[in-house]
């Protein structure tokens, strides 16, 4: 689910989010573009493109698929913050717990996600930032802010069947506390533990997502776009296999 700001509703906003059955993932544009005469939508769409497309390719790994993002974005001024994960069996690693999975996630800037696990937050991401206000970026222009993937913090927390993924831009995280968030995302799962169908089950994650941005939305502390992927994890396989 993504909504616009309300001054940025023609354009859609500067928020944008892809999802596969291998991989999801998030992204901002840097709204400061704009003074510069540069819609900073242009360049968060084309990581999300660039990234999905080698997905659907058959990449998994989520720097890699930044970097996909990041060369398919090339010649375009902008930047963004972004974070990609994606699903993969614990095999070999050690780092899956009792046949369960890895999340895999590479994260830039201050957009990000949470897992929510029997009832309670299991693992979160932290804000890359530059400086106070000043999230990290990429963008094809390096300075203190834009960077190359390559800088993007890569975590693998465990996960299995049964674990809540969210998974928002800032428009989220600075109007909503964790714990904001997780109520949303175990109301979700009340009402898909009650569902009998993958397609009822997905329909209720939309809902689940858009709630929390309705809950960003009246929560009013900062006004901003705001993208939100809510996902259930039914299995674990070597890559994602998710309602979202």
């Not at 059955?21 to 510069?36: T, Y």
């Not at 949303?184 to 397609?199: I, K, N």
Request: with cysteine; proline share 5%; aromatic share 6%.
């Amino acid at each position: 689910v993504a909504v616009p700001h309300p001054d940025k509703v023609a354009k859609g906003g500067e928020d944008a989010f892809f999802t596969t059955r291998a991989a999801v993932g998030v992204a901002d544009g840097v709204g400061g573009w704009a003074l510069q005469g540069v819609d900073p939508s242009l360049y968060s769409r084309r990581l999300c493109a660039g990234a999905k497309r080698a997905a659907l390719h058959g990449i998994v790994d989520p720097a890699e698929l930044m970097w996909a993002g990041f060369k398919r974005a090339m010649g375009t001024a902008g930047s963004s913050t972004f974070v990609v994960l994606s699903l993969h069996d614990g095999d070999g690693d050690g780092d899956g717990d009792d046949g369960g999975g890895v999340l895999r996630a590479a994260n830039l800037g201050d957009s990000g996600f949470l897992i929510v696990r029997d009832g309670d937050i299991w693992a979160r991401s932290e804000p890359l930032m530059a400086g106070w206000n000043a999230p990290l970026a990429v963008g094809a222009h390096e300075n203190e802010h834009s960077v190359p993937p390559d800088v993007a913090f890569v975590l693998s927390p465990s996960v299995r069947s049964g674990d809540w993924l969210v998974m928002a831009t800032d428009g989220v995280w600075d109007n909503l506390s964790a714990d904001d968030v997780e109520s949303h995302v175990l109301d979700t799962a009340q009402l898909v533990a009650r569902t009998q169908t993958p397609l009822a089950a997905e329909r209720l994650c939309q809902d689940g997502a858009q709630a929390i941005v309705d809950a960003a939305v009246r929560a009013d502390i900062k006004e901003d776009d705001i993208a939100v992927v809510l996902a259930r994890i039914t299995d674990v396989p070597a890559a994602s296999d998710a309602d979202s």
